[in-house]
């Protein structure tokens, strides 16, 4: 698991855990990761969970451990250096404590983003006081993260988290410090391939709260791709960048999508129903994906859209067009901060394009 921070004294706007694809690996999500952290959403890539014909129910419960220690108190370990986005705020001096957003917290003995009995999905669980001892007062001492300022603590995160070049022996953090008792909401889920079809599955388990889900190239039903490792390539992205990633990333594993993700999966992923709001994209030069089966999945959904993306191929978070769709899914993010109704904020009153 990988952990992108948003620039120091920058508030967090809220917690996206990613679910990487067949044959992808945490690595093959740092710049998405990268750039979601940038726009101030913190951001946990999960490790690749296989499902073979048989294995959902393992399956389902490995991506519901990954997601408790994704929002436990206790941030992972293991973290990416994240460059600030180009039009930062002020920056934040070092020792500094930026304002903090106050965290949701889940109910007694429920890591928050798994549902408890009885809970609504997409809220957290009340009555639980901030002060509990659910709440971590630090990290496991010498937890570096690149790319923050010496000494900033930083909002929505748990204190005592060290910045590159400071101490790290477990000194406390500021008195003034936020305590945190769980991950900044919204909570969104964000799944690429299988890992799209596995957070649909999980959705109709009602294990898991997340306020909202993003499901990139959900494969379709016997969908395959079959050849060498340069055809893979083409059907997954051609961004010459990500290409690149993949193809040096000793981790990734070639020629998983010679074998079509397992029916039992794919018909709980395509029957689920949650209400939570809903953002499907599909590329429209992606074979793997049903365009039909998936058009029927988001008109069947109480709260869904549907976007295509011209000219993407089945790594539509990673092909050419990986920044306006990045945007598009920011914009998402907004939408859902801004509560229900949903409503855009940018309406197109007038254009001759």
Known sequence: MTEHLPPPGVTVRGTVLVVPGRG???????RFGRRLAADAYHVHILPTIPVEPGTLPTALNTLTSAITEATSPEPPQTTQPDPAPSTTSSSTAPGSTPSSTAPATASSGTALGTASSGAVPGTASSGIDSGSGSASSGTVPGTVVSGVAPGTVLSGVTPGIAATGAATTGAPASADA??????????????????????????????????AVVLAGLPGHDRR????????????????????????????????LSSAPPPDLLDTAYGEASPIPHLLL??????????????????????????????????????????????EIVTF???????????????TESSTW
């Open 225 to 256: 791709q079959e050849g060498s490792w340069e055809e893979e390539l083409n059907t997954r992205s051609h961004c010459p960048v990500h290409r690149g990633t993949l193809t040096e990333d000793k981790a990734v594993t070639r020629g998983t």
């Open 282 to 327: 599909a590329g429209e030069a992606d074979d793997l994906t049903d365009r039909e089966a998936l058009t029927r999945l988001a008109k069947s959904l109480p709260t869904a859209r549907l976007t295509t993306i011209r000219d993407a191929h089945h790594d539509v978070l990673n092909d050419t067009s990986h920044r306006s769709v990045a945007a």
């Open 333 to 347: 993010l907004e939408t859902i901060r801004d509560g229900f109704p949903l409503r855009p904020f940018l309406n």
């Open 178 to 211: 936020p305590t945190v008792t769980g991950p900044t909401r919204p909570l969104v889920l964000i799944g690429s391939d299988t890992g799209a079809a596995l957070i649909a599955a999980l959705l109709t388990t009602r294990r898991a709260a997340p306020d």
């Open 24 to 30: 992808e690996t945490p690595d093959t999500y740092t």
